[in-house]
């Protein structure tokens, strides 16, 4: 990669989650780029999360698509799009505009979204265009339209620090919007009043700060949000000016809702009637109450009502729009809200308009001066997929995500990729298991070579800026689609010379015909210079024409966008989940792990990210664990019709009985087989059509191995041995994890160290059935491979860290073999903090000599002082030993 310019400071914005974190990015003189939070950013004011923090360490090219290939050949970028805009146009003339799609993603900025958004719906005349955003916000999307009449998330990040109470719903805000989360943990600080309930059926990271956690039963929100609506009503704590003047529907809904029966309530969600009772009471009771929620209430084929069922609580008590109460959807994605205004989802127009309204879409054809608008819904993610598996999709664009990972039933996604008959993908890496099925490959520009902006969960927009050059022949995603247009006879309306003349057309587009009749409008910045453009600040919509940017709430007086402007109760009613199969009796849930994003593609590139967790475990509870004879770090295997994974076992009760808990990250090039969205059902919510991806009935059972192995390698293994392994970058070279069945032949095991010319030392025992190996080049580790018949006990960060030691003694040499830490290096154990490497030992120690704070285990260690990502988990650590510490006191005394 080559800097644009050394040692210049840009101001751009963090790629990971929907916080939206202002990242300071300065390329140094030699090579590496440096990353800090923005200070001035108001998301973040300069706090950055781990992964935010790692950003620097994602850049290289090692895997990266430089040029356009047809065929798996290296081609160039004329001949390739000529060849996507004649295979788009054949389709569409023989088979009709509904015969082509694109599948686009939350990753890609918003003047990408707004072309490709703009060439379907007004070009080729389609709606197929749907996003990864589906998998993520589309029931929040559809709750919002339902209620408010257009996608208006109503508050700001403030509201969390405003409140005297908020509720997390299905939301691990620690791990999943860190920064938001260290905000809130800061609030919480200084007003020691302020109440945390986090709801749901998993012991997350972010119960670390709640005054209450409801593990309740998977997909039971709407009983519970329905008996606290009765409860709000029957308890005289509903506003009925704001009821009254601007809402329909509430009788509707509290019929719907019934009586609140906290019994009933307790029998359908699992949750004891006095916990249900004090979170009642404590919402009553709170006027300054924000509900946040994420992907718990939205993965889900009852999600919009879940999202209904929450607003409809805050329209009843009134407590929405104003400062530090209302209900509060945060996205997963950088850019899902980007993609939201621009109408990049199958069911919506640009600029926040329907698709279903003709004035909307008059109002969009005139403005794209185009020959047509799509006029019906198209093809949501799942549907879309399963239309190109029966045949009907002849020409696919995919940009910038990886379908047969992400996608639920994933191995069936691949099947419909190897049947379509046109396949492009647009990419940065050629390390995505989509690749594989690529007719054309087109290489993307990444973070840091990107310019555009992206709308963060707030509602700010904000600057993507380039300081990379564009390494080999790779373009941005806008121009890719933009010259396919002009090829394809469009050329007059996509004569784009750069992002800012997009984003100009976007926000005059969000004011033409607009006077306040849409929620959407940046018409401010219609006339923007390029400079204006180059040097836009981060801005919360709406700016109307000559407003002053000011910081935005919707709704705390009414004005809906609805036909009467009136807010609607959304009557929802409690749909029991579906009863378990016998051969299929657990419930798999899904989500993310603290310091990888997505597919890994970016954050699986660094060490320090992956010594978090670097291997894919499936969360058990001890009670079915020993039911099933699975024992800690066992080879478990989840399965359901669609699929299966082997994992390892993580015999924890921070889940339910009955439930496993699996992360949607792994994929094939990172492990043998944990592709989890390849396990989750394609079921999804009727109205919104998003996957219910965090409740699959699946199978659990042990996979017996009859060896298991470990090793540190200073090169990737061209082969993998056994049934089973887990690849993951260490400093120095890779860590990898495998098992099989049958005999080890160590010999064969062994060969995976890939070099012949090395120095081998080995101590075994084949009939205990164990073996360990160590290889030297120049006095430098080469490998060391532990096998043994159960799973392998050495210290992984000790072995991690022997890959970049100095040449070694013989005694060293000696240590390897034995697996074990000398004792003046003591094992760190599992990595808590890894901006500073600190491990679960050394903080455990610090615990024992007297660190009885996050704070005392910072000034000890300096775990948790850098990004904070880590603070929940140690506070966690520091909460069981505390116990532990206890009893063992309490015990003592009883002795
Ligand atoms: Fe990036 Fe972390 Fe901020 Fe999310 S919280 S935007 S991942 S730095």
């Excluded at 598996?389 to 190897?418: F, H, N, Q, R």
């Excluded at 008959?421 to 390390?431: A, I, N, R, Y």
Aim: aromatic share 8%.
């Amino acid at each position: 990669m080559t800097a644009i310019n050394i040692n210049k400071t840009v101001k751009t914005t963090c790629p990971y989650c929907g916080v939206g974190c202002g990242v300071l990015a300065t390329p140094q003189p030699d090579g590496s780029v440096s990353i800090k939070g923005d200070p001035d950013h108001p998301s973040n004011f300069g706090r950055l999360c781990s992964k935010g923090s790692a950003l620097g360490e994602t850049l290289s090219l090692d895997d990266r698509l430089l040029y356009p290939e047809i065929g798996g050949k290296r081609s160039n970028w004329d001949s390739a799009l000529d060849l996507v805009a004649e295979k788009f146009s054949d389709a569409i003339q023989e088979h009709g505009p509904d015969s082509v799609a694109f599948y686009v993603s939350g990753q890609i900025l918003t003047e990408d979204y707004y072309v490709a958004n703009k060439l379907m719906k007004g070009f080729i005349g389609s709606a197929n265009i749907d996003t990864n955003s589906r998998l993520c916000m589309a029931s929040s999307v559809a709750g919002h339209k339902r209620a408010f009449g257009a996608d208006t998330v109503p508050g700001t990040y403030e509201d969390l620090e405003l409140a005297d109470l908020v509720v997390l719903v299905g939301s691990n805000l620690a791990w999943c919007h860190p920064v938001l989360f260290q905000r809130l943990e800061t609030a919480k600080v200084s007003n020691p009043g302020m109440r945390i309930v986090v709801i749901d059926p998993r012991q997350t990271a972010t119960c670390a700060i709640a005054d209450l956690h409801l593990a309740l039963k998977p997909d039971t929100d709407v009983a519970l949000f329905n008996g606290l609506l009765a409860f709000l009503a029957e308890s005289y704590s509903t506003n009925d000016r704001y009821i009254n003047s601007f809402t329909e529907g509430f009788e509707e809904a509290i019929q719907k809702a019934g009586p609140c029966e906290i019994g009933h309530v307790a029998e359908k969600t699992g949750l004891s009637r006095q916990d249900i009772a004090l979170f009642y009471k404590m919402v009553a009771g709170t006027e300054k109450t924000v509900t946040v929620y994420s992907q718990g209430v939205n993965q889900s084929v009852v999600g919009t009502d879940k999202v209904n069922a929450i607003i409809n609580t805050h329209l009843a008590t009134g407590r929405i729009g104003k400062p530090g109460m209302g209900p509060f959807s945060v996205t997963g994605q950088p850019n899902a809200m980007g993609g939201r205004e621009v109408g990049g989802l199958a069911n919506m127009l640009a600029g926040h308009m329907a698709l279903e309204n003709p004035q909307h879409r008059e109002i969009v054809q005139e403005f794209w001066k185009s020959p047509l608008v799509a006029d019906k819904q198209g093809l949501k993610a799942v549907e879309l997929f399963q239309a190109v598996k029966a045949g009907k999709i002849k020409a696919l664009w995919i940009m910038a995500t990886s379908p047969v990972d992400s996608l639920p039933d994933a191995d069936g996604v691949a099947e419909a990729l190897k049947e379509c008959p046109f396949v492009v993908v647009s990419e940065v890496t050629k390390s995505a298991d989509t690749v594989a099925y690529a007719d054309v490959l087109l290489p993307a520009a990444a973070w840091g070579e990107k310019d555009g902006t992206v709308t963060n969960s707030e509602r700010r927009i904000s600057r993507q800026r380039q300081f990379l050059d564009h390494p080999g022949e790779v373009k941005a995603d806008w121009w890719q689609i933009a010259e396919v247009a002009r090829k394809m006879g469009f050329g007059e309306a996509f004569s784009y010379l750069r992002p800012g003349e997009i984003f100009k057309e976007h926000a005059a587009l969000s004011d033409y015909r607009n006077s306040g009749s849409r929620d959407f409008d940046i018409g401010a910045y219609k006339g923007v210079s390029d400079e204006g453009y180059q040097d836009l600040t981060p801005f919360q919509w709406p700016q109307q024409v000559d407003a002053n940017p000011s910081e935005t709430r919707f709704f705390s007086e009414g004005d809906f966008f609805t036909k009467g402007r009136k807010g609607q109760f959304v009557p929802v009613s409690y749909q029991a989940p579906r009863k378990l199969e016998r051969a299929y009796p657990f419930i798999l849930n899904t989500g993310r792990v603290r310091d990888q994003w997505h597919t890994m593609t970016r954050t699986g590139k660094t060490a320090r990210l992956v010594s978090h967790i670097a291997e894919p475990f499936a969360e058990i509870h001890p009670e079915d664990a020993d039911q099933l004879g699975i024992n800690a770090a066992d080879i478990v295997e989840v399965k359901s019709p669609f699929g299966k994974v082997l994992v390892r076992a993580l015999v924890t009760e921070r889940v339910r009985e009955g439930e496993v808990y699996v992360p949607m990250h792994w994929t094939d090039q990172f492990a043998s087989r944990a592709r989890i969205d390849a396990v989750v059902g394609p079921e999804t919510d009727p109205s919104s059509g998003q996957p219910g991806s965090k409740f699959t009935p699946v199978s659990v059972s042990k996979k017996s191995m009859d060896w298991f192995g470990f090793a540190v390698l200073k090169h990737k293994p061209a082969e993998f041995p056994g049934d089973y392994w887990v690849l993951a970058p260490v400093s120095g070279g890779y860590r990898l994890e495998f098992a099989g069945q049958g005999d080890p032949n160590f010999n064969a095991i062994a060969s995976v160290e890939g070099t012949d010319t090395a120095d081998c030392m080995r101590v075994e025992d084949t009939t205990a059935g164990w073996s360990r190996r160590a290889f030297w080049k120049d006095d430098l580790l080469e490998a060391a491979i532990f096998i043994s018949k159960n799973p392998v006990e050495v210290s992984r960060q000790w072995a991690c860290g022997l890959l970049s030691s100095d040449p070694m003694s013989k005694k060293q040499r000696f240590q390897i073999l034995a697996g074990r830490a000398p004792a003046d290096r003591p094992d760190p154990g599992a990595i808590v903090c890894s901006c500073f490497q600190v491990g679960c030992n050394q903080i455990s120690e610090a615990v024992k000599n007297g660190a009885d704070s996050v704070q005392k285990v910072g000034t000890e260690l300096k775990a948790g002082t850098n990004c904070g990502s880590c603070r929940s988990e140690i506070q966690s650590q520091l909460d069981d030993l505390l116990k532990e510490a206890m009893h063992d006191a309490d015990l003592a005394q009883a002795g």
